[in-house]
């Protein structure tokens, strides 16, 4: 397991859903490490990783590294003007994601950028024309539901009635922080966008998914630097509270202090009550007893269970995604549901009380 989550990659067994060379994508704007896992998950699923570009050069042979076969672009333009390219895969800079992908979308490509898709709501707004006017698709990587097979199978499990009717969720979202490490925009609030902006984005998506809201409201959020002077824009500590249009609530923590000893980067949760049923999902470790993620706890009618998932589930987001980009269907997840988690940690972030500078 990754000691740091921007290098967090996860690999699941092939699955593809298209033949070689029927789906070729494109990496661009390698600023953060999860493009890493979003390009595994598309390859699983039968993707072609045809070029790379990056005006970093040392990003780019990194990458090559871990995808042979990739072709090295001269510059985005000769990525935008193949026209065999279906979808252009990204993880920049928070800051520069939406005009990134409305340049891809002009030309008439599909977007899969990173969390956050927005820091701003004025970027959200102009995105959604683009979305209008062109027809693609700017889908989001909610990697902490998406790529985590624990996840994968509660989103199963709440489907098939086994708790009932979701009634709260409950999230922590703690990561570790290797300051030193970290570019320089990941200290600039303008360029990250803010911790609820950020990694609260995983928390709130898995709220509307798990509890089928449509919309859901801010009832309060909070945002603090307690243990970080020599970085005063970094927000270390956020947690908010949100009610859904279906009654269900949410509660969720993030923060940046995972202890050193910590065998993995967080000990990311999440707790669902139902109506009949309870589930708690350790993503990423078992702390004290196993160093394997993906353990899920499931109480309801029929008694207690313990699920070990690691393997056992796959990454079922990833096909589905290819084949809503060549049938212009959207059984992965819909645009909506992608633009709605995105305008609440922008407004949770934006009514956000400080309380520790």
Known sequence: MSKDGMTYAPKGKPNPVVKEGEFPIAAVALDHGHINGM??????????????????????KDFIEQFPGVQAAESLD?????????????????????????????AGKDYFTD???????????ETKR????TGQKYMVYFS?????????FAGDLIKDGAIGKVIQVTGFGPHRLNASSRPDWFFNKEQYGGILCDIGSHQIEQFLYYAGCENAEILHSKVGNYNNPDHPELEDYGDATL???????????VDWFTPDGLSTWGDGRTFITGTEGTIEIRKYV????EETGDHLFLVNK??????????????PFFGAFIKDCINRTENAMTQEHAFKAAELCLQAQEQAIVVSK
């Open 130 to 133: 683009v979305v209008e006017r």
């Open 243 to 253: 009610v859904g249009d279906n009654g269900a609530t949410q509660i969720f923590k």
């Open 78 to 106: 000769q990525v935008l003007s193949d026209e065999s390219i279906k979808l252009v895969a990204a993880a920049a800079i928070p800051s520069e994601r939406s005009a990134l992908g409305n340049k891809v979308m002009e």
């Open 144 to 152: 902490e539901r998406l790529h985590v097979e624990g996840a994968v």
């Open 39 to 60: 390009c595994n998950g598309l390859l699983e699923a039968g993707a072609t990783l045809k070029w790379v570009y990056d005006p970093d050069a040392e990003k780019v």
């Open 286 to 289: 078992d702390v004290a007893r």
């Open 302 to 315: 029929d008694g207690e269970k313990h699920y070990k998932l690691s393997g056992e589930v796959g990454f």
């Open 115 to 125: 969390k956050t898709p927005f820091t701003t709501m004025a970027q959200l707004e």
